[in-house]
Every structure is written in C-alpha cells, then in structure tokens.
C-alpha cells in the first residue's frame, strides 16, 4: 500500500503558527492576508516572535494587539530576557495581561551580536527558566519554553540541555515548542528523553517547511540544527525555478509530519515565516480543514 504517512490523519490534531512582526508596509500586508488564509484551520494559537534584543518590542505588541482586536486567534506574545531589566519585563508583562493575552512564549533569546557569550542584563533575568518563574508570579499566563532535539549551542553536554529543559517546566512552563530539525528520529529520542522525566509533558515539534535551503543553513548554524545533507541534494538546481521549491519544500516538510503523526504526534507548530501556502497545505494533508 503507498498511501501517504499522514493518510491516516483524521482531524485529531491541533496545529499553531508562528509569526514574525512585519517590518513595512508591504510585509505587513503579507503578514495579515496570511493569517486570513490560516484563520479557517482553527489554530489553537497563533504566536508572534520577539525580535533579537527586544528590537521589535512595539511591532510585536502592536501586531499582538491586532490580533486581539480583528480577529478571533488566540495570540501568544514571544518575550525575551535580552538586554532588559526584570522592571522592564514584568511592565510588558503586565500590559499584555491587561490587553487580554494570556499566553506567552517565555525565552532567553540571543546576545546582540553572534558569536558573543551571552551575558544578562544585570537586572535582568539571567535565562528563561528564571523568566517563566517571573511571569507566572505576575499572572497566571500559558507558558510555553523553547526546546533543541539537537541541543542547544550554549549547552555543556545533552544531559545539561536537558536539565534546563526540565528547570523552564519545573518554573510553570505548561508546554514546550521545539527548534526545527529534519529527522523524526532525533523528535522522538527527545521527546522520550523528556517523558522519562516528566511524563505527560507537552513536547511540540516546531516545523520549517524549507524552501530556501541557504536561508536556513544560515540560521541552523545559530541554533543548533543540523542541516542533512540530503536537504541540499534536493534543492539542487532549484534556484531559479520557486516554484518547483515549494513543492519540493511541502513534501519534505509532509512526509516529516507524516512521521511524527505516525509516531504519536498531535500537535504540530509551524514556522510560517509570515507565508501561509506551505503551512496550509502541509495541514491539509495532514487532516485539519477549514
Ligand atoms: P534558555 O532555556 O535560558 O537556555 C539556553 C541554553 O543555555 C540552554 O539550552 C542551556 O544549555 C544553557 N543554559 C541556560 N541556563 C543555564 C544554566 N543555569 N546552567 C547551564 N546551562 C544553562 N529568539 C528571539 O530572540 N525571539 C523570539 O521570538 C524567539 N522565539 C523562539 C521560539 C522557539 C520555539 C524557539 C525554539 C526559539 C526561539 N528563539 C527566539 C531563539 C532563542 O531565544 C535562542 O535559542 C536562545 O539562544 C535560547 O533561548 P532559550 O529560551 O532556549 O534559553
């Protein structure tokens, strides 16, 4: 039988989508016919990043504060500690909360410049796991934390990364979001790692559907994400040709679903990148319709 992994998808599962704030007028109006187009699958929530340095601070709130006031999603604001003090945290905590946003994405996030040690504001909270603990003391926010099947850069060995992991929860994290990765193997090693520990946790698989390979080496050398090698053999030749990209890109992304649906995954993040063909596409085979 050559049915497709995900064939067997019945509409059992909860997808979210992530979202950067948009910094022109034209990104801004891809941005929101985006979001009109995935609105209809019913996300259980859509999430809006922070950029490096709180260097989106405004933009991220004010598209959050969009989101609250046309649309009926449910937001989740990214936070970051970098370059703030804890006052100046817990101020834009408390205005979310007063906005109506309930749910936070509750990060570290990176030092200004790559490649340099991170180092906390001397106010300010030194990483997430001490930001989880902050913001659950304000209000009793959803919190979700990042996690890195791959490990995380910074960490000592995985059972370090893991020990973090287990602290960000421990502080009231209600779920993590994973890094994107391209092997469902690696997902699930992680994943039982964690439910070893603390069972019942939610662990969600953040998906890249890639479509620019040398956009995302750029950014998986940051964060710890491997690129396999077979990744690039797919794209080769394929630069001038996007449309042939993106169908190459939806069904690598597809059948990595398919994976981890097969292996007992439910819920799924995507990262949209502000784009909204892949993703939908992507959750179509997989079952979740308007
Ligand atoms: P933390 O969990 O605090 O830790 C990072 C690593 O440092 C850990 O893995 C651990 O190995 C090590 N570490 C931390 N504390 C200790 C300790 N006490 N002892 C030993 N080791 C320690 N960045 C942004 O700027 N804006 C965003 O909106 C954003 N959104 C993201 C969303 C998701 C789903 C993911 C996965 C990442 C996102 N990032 C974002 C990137 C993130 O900020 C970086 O990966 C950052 O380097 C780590 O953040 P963290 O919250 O995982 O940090």
Redesign the pocket.
């Known amino acids: 039988d050559h049915a497709p992994l995900f064939a067997e998808a019945r509409g059992d599962i909860a997808v979210s989508f992530?979202f950067?704030p948009p910094r022109t007028d034209a990104m801004a109006e891809t941005l929101w016919r985006s979001i009109e187009t995935l609105a209809p699958l019913r996300p259980r929530f859509v999430?809006?990043?922070?950029?490096?340095?709180g260097t989106t601070r405004t933009r991220?709130h004010a598209t959050v504060r969009r989101l609250i006031r046309e649309t009926g999603l449910t937001p989740a604001a990214?936070?970051?500690?970098?370059g703030a003090s804890r006052m100046e945290i817990d101020s834009i905590a408390r205005d979310y909360w007063a906005l109506g946003v309930r749910h936070i994405?509750?990060?570290?996030?990176?030092p200004p410049e790559a490649g340099q040690a991170?180092a906390p504001h001397p106010e300010g909270y030194?990483?997430?796991?001490?930001?989880v603990a902050g913001l659950k003391a304000i209000a009793p926010f959803e919190i979700?934390?990042?996690?890195?099947p791959e490990?995380?850069?910074?960490?000592?060995c995985p059972d370090?990364?893991l020990?973090?992991?287990l602290?960000?929860i421990d502080a009231g994290a209600d779920r993590a979001?994973?890094?994107?990765f391209f092997s469902a193997e690696c997902f699930f090693r992680f994943r039982d790692r964690v439910a070893a520990k603390r069972p019942g946790v939610e662990i969600v698989p953040?998906i890249l559907p890639v479509s620019n390979v040398g956009q995302t080496r750029k950014f998986a050398g940051?964060?710890?994400a491997a690129i396999p090698a077979w990744l690039d053999q797919m794209f080769e030749g394929l630069d001038d040709l996007p449309a042939a990209r993106q169908l190459v890109a939806a069904t690598i992304a597809g059948e990595l679903c398919g994976q981890l649906y097969a292996g007992g995954v439910r819920q799924f993040?995507f990262y949209t990148l502000n784009r909204a063909e892949l993703a939908y596409a992507i959750c179509h085979m997989l079952g979740v319709r308007a």
């Not at 994405?105 to 990176?110: N, S």
């Not at 030194?126 to 930001?131: D, G, I, K, P, S």
């Not at 490990?151 to 000592?156: E, I, M, S, T």
């Not at 979001?177 to 994107?180: N, R």
């Open positions: 992530e950067f999430s809006v990043t922070y950029g490096a340095g991220t990214h936070l970051t500690c970098v994405v509750a990060l570290r996030g990176d991170y030194a990483n997430a796991a001490e930001l979700s934390v990042a996690a890195y490990v995380h850069p910074d960490a000592n370090s990364d020990d973090n992991l602290r960000k979001i994973t890094q994107f953040g940051q964060c710890g993040h």
